[in-house]
């Protein structure tokens, strides 16, 4: 036995926002309809059944969700990516500034950028110094080298004399031509000594030469990196 | 202060990204949501992933919440499409044969539960589980959307008529699959008897 108004019925009694009035209708239909009685019934019993479930304890789990934690941990950014390291550049610029002694000079040239104490003179000037300082160690070292060779001479000189003394004392009979050749001799070891001595002055000479042009080198390579940053 | 108005002011203090009043918030449905997630999927696995689900929901639309219904309407609604999503996602999700906790050990039961009250009385919550574990077996005999219908109705004391607004339906195509999932209910229960 059939009943098409069982659904309504059923769903009419599990239903609790029916109005009072559809309740008292299924009532009514109840109370003549076997099938949706016994229908209501199975229902109910099945409804029963269900709700004895008994409501389980929640495992862990992570409640709130990462987006939430983000938004904890990390305020977002009130600057841009540049705007956040612009500060971190200047302070460090800053700190090479003074390690290097940085100096800008302006002028109506434009303005230039140098390192170290010699900051603020010219290339020009700059050689300039480079070639007094050459010209002066050249002088002295002429100088240095005439004096020593004049002191040298003279030693070797009054040396040789008391050596030609000895040699006469010893030979008594020796024949003034003798002494011609021993003399000769000696005076020949004494050039060559001179020209021996004044070849390792001037090697001694172009050694300094060249630390002079190392150095006009190194200025010439400062000036053309302070150039560049011009 | 009314449930509601509780509700109401953890909501704006979580929109105000107060992390302490999401997670209030969230305690207070918690629960109901996971059992919901549980008759429906029918193991914990899967009924925490739901839940997860749900509540991610829930805080992604949070600010579009107005306070037109109760917050757990609101909730449920969105828990029944969360359910929908993960049943289409998931072509296993709430297979019908696997369906009943019984199946499992009483270690794998409780493996997923660490509160305290598993702690102190784990064989009270065993059978606790265990019972509720027949009713998921009963429940496996419905499809997915007879089971929502079930749990919205019997569980969530829904209407029919926000039951057929969820499921774009309309209100008496509620009630008759109500009243067939019944129907399919009752025969399982006595099979079920009948086994037993």
Redesign the interface.
Known sequence: MTCHE???I??AY????SSAQERKAAQLHLDSCSACSA?LA??Q???A?????????????????E???S??RVQKPRFSFWGQWAPLAAAFMLALAVMFNVQVDLNSDGFSVAFGQSGGMSPDAVAAQLAQFEQAQRQAQAQTLQALSASIEERQVNSNARLLETVIEQLGDSTSRSIEQVMAYFEAQRQEDLQLMEASYQRLVDSDFQTVQSMQQLANYVQYQGGSLQ | MSFNDQDAALIADALD?S?RA??RL??RY???V??FS??LTGN?SDA?DL??EV??GV?RNLHRFRGDSKFSTWLFRIAHNKAVDMSRRKPSFMPISSLGGAEQSEEEVLE????E??QENPQA?LS??Q??AQ?MA??GCLSWEQRLI?EL???Q?S???EIAEMQDISA?TA??R???A??L??KQ?EHSHDLS
């Open positions: 069982t659904a309504n059923v769903s599990f239903d609790e926002s229908a199975d229902s019993a099945v409804g059944h269900l709700r004895q479930w008994q409501d389980e304890a929640v495992p862990q789990w992570q409640r709130i969700p987006q939430l934690h938004k904890r | 990204g992390a999401w997670e969230v305690k918690e629960g109901q996971y059992n549980l008759r914990s925490l839940m997860q509540f991610i805080y997923h539960y660490t509160d009250s598993v919550m606790e589980i019972h509720n009713i009963v429940l079930i109705k019997v569980f004391s209407t029919f008529d008496n009630k008759t109500f009243y067939t019944l129907k209910l009752k229960m």
